[in-house]
């Protein structure tokens, strides 16, 4: 609801003829990005053929044809792929699940049966940052973890998550920075009206005259999935609407 509060210049309270607001939103960029490094053939392939990652997911876990996946199962998958990417154990999934810890680990265990790569990759991300002191992003940017070495297991568990995270979220934020640059440059090549507005997160919100809509859609679309080249399509949903609300 507060999303409506936010109108774009120029616009009546009626919703008249005028500015338009445009929401341009990445589509599960870090998962993305972790089919992209782990080189999982399974995740890869779920991407490039446009599939539904967390419905894929629940099938693999449970037994299930995609079909025969329901509400519940997939979002019980989708927990685990983005918890995955934050070290989630299975104490914390069952809890948010409300499941049991035997039952969280199956489904860990069952996850990366199917993703063995991804399993993979948190092993050798840790490894390297424990050898080298740091993680880095696929842009080279360093974040060091001296407190891989901790005494304290709480501390060097919380690094270790950091080690695997570091790579997937430094990323995103980085390739999203890039894309603004990239747009924005468009935009004024373009001699465009519109204004790039806000980032929020893998978000960009701009603010366009109505008859420059059409265009800055497909112009932002192009900017933000090409901004770098990846083994699985970068894909990006935009939206319009007289507030934040409708364009989100």
């Known amino acids: 609801e507060i999303r409506k509060a936010f109108v ?9 003829t005028g500015w338009k607001m445009i929401s341009a939103d990445y589509s599960q960029i870090e998962l993305r990005l972790m089919a992209d490094m782990s080189g999982d053939s399974n995740m890869r392939e779920a991407f490039v053929n446009n599939e539904d ?6 099938a693999q876990i449970f037994g299930l044809e995609q079909s ?3 509400p519940e199962m997939r979002y019980r998958a989708k927990a685990i792929n983005f918890g995955i990417l934050y070290g989630m154990s299975s104490y914390r999934l069952a809890r948010e699940q409300g499941i049991s810890n035997e039952e969280a680990q199956d489904f860990i265990n069952a996850y990366f049966n199917y993703f063995p790569a991804v399993n993979q990759f948190i092993a050798n991300q840790i490894a390297f940052a424990r050898d ?7 842009f080279g940017r360093r974040r060091y973890l001296p407190e891989l070495h901790s005494d304290n297991q709480r501390i060097r568990q919380n690094a270790e998550n950091i080690a695997i995270n570091t790579p997937l ?23 465009f009206e519109a204004k790039l507005l806000l980032q929020i997160h893998d978000e960009l919100v701009l603010e366009a005259p109505e008859q420059e809509v059409e265009k800055i859609k497909q112009t932002v679309k192009n900017c933000m999935e090409n901004t770098m080249k990846l083994s699985v399509p970068l894909v990006v949903d935009v939206q ?4 934040w609300y409708e364009a989100h």
Do not use: C, F, W
């Not at 990652?53 to 629940?58: D, E, M, R, S, V």
């Not at 080298?132 to 696929?138: A, H, P, S």
């Not at 999203?176 to 373009?190: D, P, Q, S």
């Open 68 to 70: 025969e996946v329901e």
């Open 240 to 243: 319009s609407g007289d507030n």
């Open 53 to 58: 990652i967390h419905t894929k997911t629940a």
């Open 8 to 16: 774009p210049r120029d616009n009546s309270p009626n919703g008249g």
């Open 169 to 191: 979220q430094g990323t995103a934020a980085e390739l999203i920075k890039v894309a603004m640059i990239n747009l924005n440059n468009n935009l004024e090549k373009g001699g």
């Open 132 to 138: 080298n002191g740091y993680t880095e992003t696929m």
